[in-house]
Each structure stands twice: as C-alpha cells, then as structure tokens.
C-alpha cells in the first residue's frame, strides 16, 4: 500500500506518523474545553464532536472522553468509520470546507487517556527477553519455563495505574531485601526500571473461550506500553505467586489507539514453533507486527540517548494468542481490557527492551551519549517509547510514549 494523499498537507510528509493511512484515535481538549474525541491527521486533530456537530457522521458518541462507547459498536462500526474519515480527509474531498472547521492544531492541545481501561494483564511474550532474564536468574539450561514454548503465560495487573504519556512516575517504595539476606528492608527501589511493550485494546467483549481468529477480529487497535519494574522489589516478592507491587507504580501507554486496520498491511508471521501449539493456540496467518521500536533516555536537563532499538516482530506470540488463552477458562473480557505484550527484546545487546537486560543485571551498565552510565533509572531521567511501521512512502506513528522518574516521598511528603 501508498501513501493515501490528504487536502491537510502536513499528513503527506513520508516522515510524518500521522497520514491519512493511519487516522489513530485519541482524547484530547483545549483550554477552556472539555474532553473528547479526536483522530490525528498530520500535524492537527480532527475534532470527531464537531465533526458530529457538522453534521459529516452520525455516530453519536464522541462527546465522551474516551472512545469505549465506539469500541462497544464493533468491527463494522469500526470499518464504516475509518471508510468514512478516509473520504472526508483525502485529496478532492468535497467535504473539505466543514471538515476543516474541525481541524484543531496538535500544538494547541493536551492529549489524555484515550480509553477507559477496564482490566491490564501483561504478559511474557518476548522469546529473547524471556530467556535472557531465565539465564540471569536460572542459567542458560533452564531459561524458558516448562510451559513458555506452549501458551503465553501472563499476570493480572492494576487497571488503576495505567496512565497516559507525559504522566510523571514516582520512584516506589517496597520490600528488598536486607543487607545479609535474612530480612526485608522498606525503602525506595534502588533498581527501578522500564519494559518496552505494546498493547492491545480490546473494543469487543466476550464471556467464553475465543479461538484465534474470533480474539484478532475482537481487538480495537494498539498503543505503544512501558511497563515500568522495580527489580529489586520483584526479585524478593515474585515467588511463587509472581509481580504483585513491582509492577504497581504505573504502566504508561501512547495517547493514540492505532487500529488493528491501519496495522494490517504490517502483519508478518511468528517465528517457527519448536514445539506445536494446542489448536485454539495455533497460527491463523500472519499475526505479529512488523513495527519498528525504540527508547531514549534523557537524564534531568541533558539531551536523549537511544538505549535499544528492535522491532514488534520479534514476538513469540501475538495479541490474539494471548486473548485467546486469557480466555479459555471462560473469562470474561471488556471493552476497554488492555493486554501488554511484556518486555519486547531481540538477539543482539542493543535489541534489549529493558535496563535488567541492557545491563545484565547491573554488571553491565551502559554509557550514555552524556558520559554519564546507567545500570538502572536514576530520579530525573526521562524513558520516551517510540514505534512506527513503514509503509511505501509514509509510516504509521504511535506518538510518543514519555515518562520521567520522579524522586521517592517519605510519609510527610517529602524526598526520601
């Protein structure tokens, strides 16, 4: 596929994330305004209330602050919109004239959460992530689990710390362990961390077993996830029962829902099964996502450096795999759930997605274009996610996925 030509001429610069090939849904408001819907098209926000209010759809729910009430209409909802925005935006488009009184410039506005979550499970899809952090912990004979090669094996996490990009991040307290390994200690992580991830939003909701081909047609769009860890704070609590408060500070994801239609011609399959999965987990063609990613740390007040470059594509599972499985037992899914991919890593050094691997462990730490090093997140450094697909002559934009580690409080409010 080519670029789609657009009358908003910023959505046809090849570098822009936003042409109107992608057309990603969000929240967002200007001063004096309340939240709504909005869709991105180059450098401005199609205000999806005024283009209701003008009368160009009919949809009727855009008034809200996120997009669940759209998600709850499904597929075909899903698709005559996006048909619908794609002739009012394109070149010629004899709706110009209304539609570009809705246009609001991207400066102008602050973006928000563009869904309500309903639940966050988080998973452990990334083969090379999975084995690296299994041979830090468990030797390299032992690195995947019994059950890796079989499902995609996941935890439940908290909905309710699930915050949009530009969202600071304090530094948590927790257990660690003591200085002779006798007795915990309550103190700030000393060992905080990210995990570059992307997410899937449910838009459809199911109460039974779904196969994989139902879970991929269940699923709205993605966002880009950075599921921040505290490994020290995981290292004491996560036997047996797995992260609890390590993974409870926050979980930042993207303002923009790109949807699963925009990110179709970017499908490419998984890598060969060593082992064959059960059939309800089984390939149905091409499920992964051919998704280039970064992140950049930036210390307080210093220029980014680029820590890790990989791609989507080195999944073991895809987002409908784990749909799929977090549904056999009969559980019911929202509209709104949000299924994190877990750490997204590839085979060489500079292709891991967290600092645990990036660092080995903190035996390993690396230099930043400042001189200065990192084994782990320092107060003041800001981690940004970035992802795009490309396509011929454009690509498809998340928008940035940036948050910045604030200093631990004590019980009075003040920095410990």
Request: charged share 20%; proline share 9%; aromatic share 8%.
């Amino acid at each position: 596929m080519t670029l789609r030509p657009s009358w908003v001429e910023s959505a046809n610069d090849p570098a822009h994330p936003f042409p109107l090939n992608n057309l990603p849904c969000g929240v967002f408001s200007t001063p004096g305004t309340a939240p709504r819907c909005g869709v991105a098209i180059g450098n401005a926000i199609l205000d999806m209330a005024a283009v209701e209010e003008g009368g160009l759809t009919d949809v009727g729910c855009f008034h809200e602050p996120a997009w669940n009430a759209f998600m709850a209409r499904g597929p075909r909802a899903w698709a005559a919109l996006r048909t619908r925005l794609t002739a009012i935006l394109a070149a010629g488009s004899p709706d110009r004239s209304r539609a570009e009184a809705a246009l609001v410039p991207m400066g102008e506005a602050s973006l928000h959460m563009p869904f309500r979550v309903a639940e966050f499970t988080d998973f452990y899809s990334g083969r090379h992530h999975a084995t690296n952090v299994g041979t830090m912990f468990r030797g390299a004979e032992n690195a995947l689990p019994p059950n890796w090669l079989h499902m995609p094996i996941g935890y439940n996490g908290r909905a309710s710390s699930v915050v949009v990009s530009g969202t600071p991040v304090r530094r948590p307290w927790g257990q660690l362990k003591g200085p002779q390994y006798d007795a915990p200690i309550l103190a700030p992580s000393r060992r905080f961390d990210l995990e570059l991830e992307m997410g899937a939003v449910v838009g459809v909701p199911s109460d039974g077993p779904l196969n994989v081909t139902e879970a991929q047609a269940n699923i709205f769009g993605h966002v880009l996830l950075n599921d921040w860890s505290a490994r020290d704070i995981q290292a004491w609590e996560y036997q047996p029962l797995g992260p609890f408060q390590a993974k409870a500070t926050a979980t930042t994801v993207s303002p923009w829902i790109v949807t699963a239609e925009a990110l179709a011609p970017f499908r490419v399959d998984a890598p060969p099964r060593e082992v064959p999965l059960l059939p309800h987990l089984a390939d149905d063609g091409p499920m992964l996502h051919d998704i280039d990613l970064s992140v950049t740390l930036a210390p307080e007040g210093r220029e980014p450096t680029t820590i890790a470059r990989t791609n989507a594509r080195e999944l073991y599972y895809s987002a409908a795999q784990q749909l799929a499985h977090h549904s056999t037992a009969g559980c019911p899914m929202r509209v709104g759930d949000l299924l994190g991919t877990g750490t997204i890593s590839g085979p060489a050094r500079h292709q891991r997605g967290s600092l645990l691997e990036l660092s080995w462990g903190g035996e390993e730490p690396l230099t930043l274009d400042t001189g200065e090093t990192r084994a782990f997140l320092e107060d003041g450094d800001t981690l940004t996610l970035h992802g795009h697909a490309r396509g011929e002559g454009y690509r498809i934009g998340f928008g940035a996925c940036t948050g910045t580690v604030l200093p631990a409080l004590d019980r009075e409010g003040d920095p410990a």
